[in-house]
């Protein structure tokens, strides 16, 4: 299967060991240019991108992040729903920030979302993430029908792909792969990532109506899905994901009326446009570019 290549290309650059480290939370990392990871007693910054809100906002790496918009910052999934949070909102993101013996005021301003607005609002169907610029060579050939299957268990794909990212982020930590190299990675990552999302929805809509295992879904079966939740983050991080969306959720008289999206149709698509990212990116590197 696909993820099964990255699987053996992060293992060529990982040829010097393996890893334990869990890899940082990187929520939000293409507008704020922060990434964390946890450490003793919560989270830490792990990465300042240059040229990013976070380094305008004088965020160091080692910074220890006590709250985020009133938020204890405890784990990643504290983070990732203030960060989401904040993104659909478009307002800022305090934190709290201890250095040393410091505790510091700082913030990602809401200027941090003003390019996905202008993305999103672009008269052009907005772009995905892609390798493509780092790549700049024509795609190779399709991979074959064989590699198109998941692996059946939901459980073992987010198992496969968290320990990925565990491995590339231990590359970057390491500094044993190019930049280029780690930004084309996490690109392709981030597709896999994604379809654990939708597979996940699906698998909750099954269980919601009771459906058995050995019945299958249809690829346009319909899922619940709310403005607060992660396939909604899904939707807005993947513009082209909106084809499958049959209905946007609403007000209701008494709270929130459910969006609909079709799950396994979204899934298939992110692992299309992740199979395209990995054969450009492996492609690349096996004509020597690094």
């Known amino acids: 299967m696909a993820h099964a290549r990255l699987v053996t290309l992060v293992l060529v ?21 922060l990434a964390l990871a946890a450490a003793a007693g919560g989270l830490a910054v792990a990465a300042v991108d240059d040229d990013s809100a976070a380094m305008a906002g004088s965020l160091r790496v080692g ?24 993104r659909r909102e478009r307002k800022a993101v305090l934190l709290l920030v201890r250095r040393a013996d410091t505790e510091l005021p700082l913030a990602l301003a809401a200027s941090t979302w003003e390019r996905a607005v202008a993305v999103v609002a672009a008269p052009a169907p907005a772009e995905a993430p892609s390798v493509r610029a780092l790549v700049a060579t024509p795609p190779p050939a399709p991979l074959p029908p064989e590699t198109r299957r998941p692996r059946a268990s939901l459980t073992a794909y987010q198992k496969d792909v968290l320990h990925l990212r565990r491995q590339v982020e231990t590359l970057a930590a390491r500094a044993a792969a190019p930049a280029a190299v780690l930004s084309g990675l996490r690109t392709v990552l981030e597709y896999y990532e994604g379809a654990a999302v939708a597979w996940a929805s699906e698998e909750t809509q099954r269980e919601r109506e009771r459906r058995p295992r050995h019945l299958p879904a ?24 909106r084809a499958t969306v049959v209905r946007d959720p609403a007000p209701g008289l008494v709270g929130e009326s459910a969006g609909l999206w079709r799950p396994r149709q979204a899934r298939a698509l992110l692992w299309e446009h992740g199979r395209e990212e990995l054969g450009r990116l492996t492609g690349w590197l096996a004509a020597g570019t690094p």
Do not use: K, W
């Open 218 to 241: 249809g690829e346009t079966a319909t899922a619940t899905f709310f403005e607060d939740s992660e396939a909604a983050a899904l939707l807005d991080e993947f513009p082209f994901l």
């Open 13 to 33: 650059l990982a040829a010097a060991g393996s890893a334990r480290a869990a890899g940082p939370c990187e929520e939000g990392r293409g507008q704020t240019g």
């Open 63 to 86: 910074d220890a992040v006590v709250q985020a918009n009133g938020t204890l910052a405890r784990s990643c999934g504290d983070y990732a729903r203030v960060v989401r949070e904040a």
